[in-house]
């Protein structure tokens, strides 16, 4: 398992992070106990300390939080995926933001680098309940006046929040690291596991010297279940980089690697910015179908679930970045440009 810290894509301007060049004395950065690793990285990329909270559970399994000191007057930025387990991690969540607010704080920004319940985003049979909306009501209702999440879903999510969502992304940081291996833009090709991920594949590809796109195209028997049909495009001979925005149980991408060996890939690489990594997700990632798995520490990874191809890299650097721009008032989207 190789863990690859830090994020070289360039930003506009060719930024450079100085203590003195930002107001830190209005700004306060809060973990809850999700990921608490990342919300140190990110601190540490600002230059500044992770505010004192205390967090703990009670005997029957109530959360309680208090802050240990003041954010009145202060832009607050709460750092907390809704990870497994989600619930936990939610409710979490909840109780920090409603802290803040009846601390007085400025404005409350919720960082939340995965945001958990986001595939729950339609209806897909009669009477279902689309728990993107009513978590996005949640987090709204309990007083955040922003959130900033990383690779959801589906786009659409940001429209179910009542309140601004900055949008960023874990591509560029997965790109980066790929540019530093030895691998001919000749031979790639990037393969979506499935037809709803066509756009991001693409661009995907398109950042990779454009890169010629596969897909392969499954019927999904049930949830968490994933059966592959056959391959649109040609990987015969080349090197396959599978690309998804999360890896749950990893039937999808594991299904599609084997049919991808089928049809003559030299190599197969999977890359994904959330490492969900439920049951029976190891066993597969690490059955020898990939060259290596490519993810992010959006979402902690247990140390019993490493594997040796398993690259860590680190969005702190990416998240980082943008809550200064939030707190400075400057753009978030010029970072991709």
């Known amino acids: 398992m190789q863990q690859a810290q830090g994020m070289g894509f360039p930003l506009p301007g060719d930024f450079v992070k100085m203590d003195d060049e930002h107001d830190t004395t ?45 954010v009145r007057g202060c832009d607050v930025f709460l ?22 607010r009846r601390a007085s ?27 993107a909306k009513l978590v996005a ?16 879903h589906s786009g659409q999510s940001m429209g179910y929040f009542d309140i601004p969502v900055d949008h960023v992304y874990g591509q560029p940081v997965i790109l980066d690291y790929l540019a530093s291996k ?9 393969v979506s596991p499935d037809v709803g991920g066509v756009a991001r594949a693409r661009a995907f590809a398109k950042k990779l010297s454009d890169a010629p796109l ?34 749950d149980t990893a039937g999808t991408i594991t299904n599609g690697a084997a049919l991808l060996h089928q049809e003559g890939a030299r190599e197969v690489y999977a890359c994904s ?5 439920s049951p029976p997700a190891i066993e597969r990632l690490s059955g020898g179908l990939f060259q290596e798995v490519i993810i992010t520490n959006t979402i902690p990874v247990k140390e019993e679930n490493y594997f040796p191809q398993l690259t860590v890299l680190s969005v ?22």
Not at 87 to 94: A, C, F, G, V
Not at 217 to 239: P, Y
Request: aromatic share 6%; charged share 20%.
């Open 105 to 131: 704080a400025r404005t409350i920004t919720a960082v939340i680098p995965y945001f958990g319940y986001a595939r729950a985003d339609r209806k897909t049979h009669g009477r279902e309940s689309i728990a």
């Open 26 to 70: 209005r700004l306060r950065i809060f973990s809850g106990t999700a990921n608490l690793a990342l919300a140190k990285e990110i601190a540490c990329y600002m230059g500044v300390e992770l505010g004192k909270i205390n967090i703990k559970r009670f005997a029957d399994g109530e959360i309680y939080v208090q802050l240990k000191e003041s």
């Open 182 to 190: 030895v691998i001919s833009s000749q031979d790639l090709v990037v």
């Open 273 to 277: 910015t959330h490492a969900v990594f």
């Open 316 to 337: 702190a650097n990416l998240l980082g970045e943008t809550i200064w721009r939030i707190h400075d008032d400057s753009s978030v989207s010029s970072i991709f440009q």
């Open 214 to 247: 596969a897909i392969v195209d499954k019927r999904r028997q049930g949830h968490n279940v994933a059966e592959v049909m056959n391959l649109i495009g040609d990987v015969k001979g080349k090197v396959a980089v599978m690309v998804d925005d999360m890896i």
């Open 137 to 152: 009501n949640l987090i709204t209702e309990a007083g955040a006046n922003r959130v900033l999440a990383c690779d959801l």
């Open 79 to 100: 750092v907390q995926p809704t990870c497994p387990p989600a619930n936990e991690n939610l409710m979490e969540l909840l109780i920090m933001i409603d802290a803040c």
